[in-house]
């Protein structure tokens, strides 16, 4: 995985509540048996008519935002389906922050485990990045995941919360699975404890 | 200190905690479809890993497959032959256990595992799709994970978590006629909203759930996740006990005896602590239907479509372009709502109880919609209804008799509805375009979708129920 760096980009605004896993990549879309090359049908049918047009309106598809790396979203952002499509769309699009009120669970340890930081702050100042958002190309936001901040257009500091884990695996980009198995003698002397206590399991 | 029944299970099954909190938590059985584990097979093929445990771990395909009988003859759509294919080898080549679609015990995943005594109480359950809270009913720890964990778990057979709160939703009392389990799992959504459970695990207890069979709880854990929760659990007792002895992969002798002894003591302290608490009174939920795009959007059936402007915050824009999807205007009586297609089946609804009561609303009657179909959770479920002369009303009154699938929840495979097509679904998700680009979903309970099927809109299950037949 690739080590998360400071980031200073163009937000795409996303305000409406409640975007599930469905609208990010729809379900057509999960018939591949790889992760890349989703990000073309990111918002699919938000973003294209039936026939296979960009609807002008729709965010993504303004100049401004073609090449965002944050979304700023309504509340319980990627709530549904598991799927971790949805986060590789994402990022396959070149998102790397994703800024909401609140996210659904399972998205929300997705994002992690594909080198993206998905970002909590409170109301307000989730809608002062809205405004600098909807400014487009005219509006900067940094994120800097070492100090934990985000920065506003015009300069405010935003603070956000992150579980330290998290945080140190996505700054040095470190697989999971291989801290895992550092622990494998752990894995071992459980196995055999349940074996005894639980041997129906 | 007093536990809660989620505290019970999760210290049962801490392999290691860092000092900050972060665990790794032993996985008892893995449950693995077809669309979520390509990747994470291909994962160990790069790597030189191997399945850790293959004989906790089980695979069907399920959300692809086509549900129509020529099936066998090979799945047309090329990319979903593909994954189908795919779990084929990866399930040979890494042997863990494996139910093709040849096999009659094939079936939606987590219909699958309960029904083969795959899952028991105390367990720790994952699979890479979002209902695996369903297995919660058993008293089971069981949730969704996404396709990198799902390649963690097959490595190490373990997840790292941080610990979530508890939450306890209590239904006292019991519930009126004609109200499901299907009635209280969207009324308790309707109540905390799709991120009311956000952080939590929620306990389901209370008189109206203690008096649900094991199916009717396995439908309310089923949709704990659309709460936002991460699991749904319900305590296990006789009835668990009872629906688990016997069945294929379920301890016997002496190892039932040991295993019950422990099951018996799955349950919440009395004085154990709640970081919250939501209370219904179950007399007071009504057979409920949904007339938005998210489970949230719940309402009596005796109620009308609201207007977007009586609700605050990113949820009136939200209202609004969900009555503009649902082809909808506010203060329609949603009983004036007509329908073309219904939709019996998913892991929410799909089980043998959930064809009973739609084919006892069904029975010698004849539907008025343009399309109905009935597919079981599994094979097992399709050829208990055959026997019990349950296929026969479902066709009979002009439903069509599926294979075993996922099929319509998310049409994935070929059962979908056409941009503008209304149904009365019994699945779990109403999002713009799950069961089709354009579709318009209300759901409910298979009692209700029955309902509907007879008179072509939604309706009341107790004016059916009151009619003499
Ligand atoms: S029936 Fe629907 S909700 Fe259940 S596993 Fe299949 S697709 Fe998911």
Partial sequence: MEKFTPLTGIAAP???????????????????????????????????????????????????????????????????????????????????????????????????????????????????????????????????????????????VFTFEIDAFKKHCLLNGLDDIALTLEKVSAIDTFETAAAQTRPWV | MPKTLYDKIWDAHVVHEDDNGT??????????????????????????????????????????????????????????RIQVEALDRNARDFGVHYYPVSDIRQGIVHIVGPEQGWTLPGMTVVCGDSHTATHGAFGALAHGIGTSEVEHVLATQTLIQKKSKNMKVEITGSLRPGVTAKDITLSVIGATGTAGGTGYVIEYCGQAIEELSMEGRMTVCNMAIEGGARAGLIAPDEKTFQYVQGR????????????????????????????????????????????????EDVLPITATVPDPESFTGGKVEAARRALDYMGLTAGQKLTDIEIDTVFI????????????????????????VKRAMVVPGSGLVRAQ????????????????????????????????????????????????????????????????????????????IREVMAEPA
């Fill in chain 1, 14 to 156: 996303m305000p409406l509540v409640n975007i599930d896993t469905d609208m990010i990549i729809p379900k057509q879309f999960l018939k591949t048996i790889q992760r890349s090359g989703l990000g073309k049908n990111l918002f699919d049918e938000m973003r294209y008519t039936q026939d296979g047009r960009e609807i002008p309106d729709f965010v993504l598809n303004q100049p401004a935002y073609r090449n965002a790396q944050i979304l700023i979203a309504g509340d319980n952002f990627g709530c549904g389906s598991s799927r971790e499509h949805a986060p590789w769309a994402l990022a396959d699009f070149g998102i790397k922050v994703i800024i909401s009120t609140s996210f659904a669970d399972i998205f929300y340890g997705n994002c992690f485990k594909n080198g993206m930081l998905p970002i909590v702050l409170p109301q307000e100042q989730v809608e002062i990045l809205m405004e600098d958002a909807r400014k487009g190309e005219n509006a900067r936001i940094a994120i800097d995941l070492e100090s934990q901040t985000v920065t506003s257009a015009d300069g405010q």
């Fill in chain 2, 248 to 295: 294929p992969h379920a301890p016997k002798g002496a190892q039932w005896d040991a295993a019950l002894a422990w099951w018996k003591t799955l349950k919440s302290d009395p004085d154990a602590v709640w970081d919250k608490v939501v209370t219904l009174r179950g007399e007071d939920i009504a057979p409920v239907v949904t007339w938005g795009t998210s489970p």
């Fill in chain 2, 385 to 460: 209804a055959e026997e019990e002369g349950l296929a026969q009303i479902f066709i009979d009154a002009g439903f069509e008799w599926r294979l075993a699938g996922c099929s319509m929840c998310l049409a994935m495979n070929p059962d979908q509805l056409s941009p503008g097509e209304r149904c009365a679904a019994t699945s779990n998700r109403n999002f713009e375009g799950r069961q089709g680009r354009g579709g318009r979903t209300h759901l409910m309970s298979p009692a209700m979708a029955a309902a509907a099927a007879l008179t072509g809109r939604l309706t009341d």
């Fill in chain 2, 23 to 80: 665990c790794l938590l032993y996985i008892d059985r893995h449950l693995v479809h077809e669309v979520t584990s390509p990747q994470a097979f291909e994962g160990l093929r790069v790597t030189g890993r191997r399945v850790r445990a293959p004989e906790k771990t089980i695979a069907v395909p399920d959300h692809n497959v086509p549900t129509t009988p020529d099936r066998e003859q090979g799945i047309e759509n090329e990319e979903s």
């Fill in chain 2, 345 to 368: 089946g998913s892991c929410t609804n799909g089980r043998i109880e959930d064809l009973r009561a739609a084919a006892a609303v069904l029975k010698g009657k004849k539907i008025a």
